[in-house]
């Protein structure tokens, strides 16, 4: 694979001119450039650059409004929602965190529901913003079918991503961010652009068959949920959380409304937000802390979020696929 160079002020301006080129106003190609360039600058190379392209076609149908400014309704003191109003998702966040932050500390709980948005970058943003403000966050979102439920050769279940961040003041924030798949539809896709391999158990083929062939699942096959019947019970959590308990719509419903652009559909996301200083009414931190010391003294242990909060100390460029790169170009 060539790679090519780029410094992360190349890669937020390289974002940036794409989506404004293609609809974006200025207010939202600076909040999804940060987003990308971010998820390039700590390694998360699957939610990126490597997401422009369906961005843009998303923005190219029109299903996507890139000028969208998301409605705040605040339903009782501790639910929020927002209406998304077609927006890409950092801009809804953007504009529903500080509430949803603001409602957590006066009540103790609070919940942000939002709807009718674009989600399809990462979900440690959300979280991570949330515990830095001193709160535990938890956050889900589904999609379009892709994973199968345990036992079954077909898909009903998005991806289905959760998310959850426990606050460490004067320390970066414990942060996980995980598929309820054994492995994320990007991940599959950018193993099959790299030409490597991917794990038995991973997915099976269009014929109902495991396969180690990344093209195979992401062309006609489907994903499995991790662990089984356990991974195929949270996904089904996440699809009461993200669709009914919003008002908004399961996988299945979103992908038979979805105009197959290859932009990411429009739906809901669901996330909570507690104080542990109202909740605990001690000392957390201090108790917390001892736990996460004690889970480090075992070898081989690092916390979650570790590795992503390393790679964001090096503020030099970072190597970016060359095919993807001029893809990128080509578009604006």
Same mark, same amino acid.
């Given at each position: ?13 390289? *974002? ?105 970058? *990462?979900? !440690? ?16 979102t589904s999609y379009k079918p892709m994973v199968a439920p ?15 961040? !426990? ?67 949270? *996904? ?47 000392? !957390? ?48």
């Amino acid at each position: 694979m060539n790679t090519v160079s780029l410094s992360l002020d190349e890669i937020y301006q390289l *974002a940036n001119k794409t989506l404004l080129a293609n609809g974006c106003d200025q207010e939202n190609a600076n909040i999804l450039s940060e987003t990308i360039m971010k998820a390039e600058r700590d390694g998360s190379l699957s939610h990126g650059l490597f997401r422009l392209p369906a961005y843009v076609a998303g923005l190219k149908s029109k299903k996507i409004d890139g000028k969208a400014r998301p409605e705040v309704k605040k339903i009782s003191p501790s639910v929020i929602k927002i209406l998304g109003n077609h927006a890409l998702a950092p801009m809804v966040l953007k504009v529903g965190i500080p509430e949803l932050v603001k409602a957590a500390k006066e009540t103790g709980v609070a919940i942000l529901a939002i709807t009718n948005s674009h989600h399809m970058a *990462a979900m !440690w943003p959300e979280t991570e913003a949330i515990a830095e403000e001193g709160l535990v966050a938890f956050a889900c979102t589904s999609y379009k079918p892709m994973v199968a439920p345990a036992g079954a050769k077909k898909a009903l279940f998005g991806t289905n991503p959760i998310s959850f961040a !426990w606050p460490r003041p004067g320390k970066t924030p414990v942060v996980y961010d995980m598929a309820t798949a054994s492995m994320a539809m990007g991940e599959v896709q950018v193993a099959a652009r790299e030409g490597h391999k991917v794990p038995i158990g991973t997915g099976l083929n269009k014929d109902g068959k495991e396969t180690t062939d990344p093209n195979e699942i992401a062309k006609g096959g489907v994903i499995l949920p991790f662990g089984g019947y356990k991974g195929s019970g949270i *996904a089904m959590m996440v699809e009461l959380l993200a669709g009914a308990l919003l008002g908004e719509a399961f996988s299945y419903e979103t992908a038979a409304k979805d105009t197959n652009d290859g932009g990411p559909p429009a739906g809901g996301e669901f996330i909570l937000a507690m104080s542990p200083d109202k909740i605990s009414g001690g000392d !957390w931190n201090k108790h917390s802390d001892e736990f996460f010391n004690k889970m480090k003294s075992m070898e081989g242990v690092r916390l979650p979020g570790e590795r992503r909060h390393k790679n964001r100390l090096d503020k030099g460029p970072r190597n970016i696929n060359e095919e993807l790169v001029n893809k990128i170009k080509s578009l604006s």
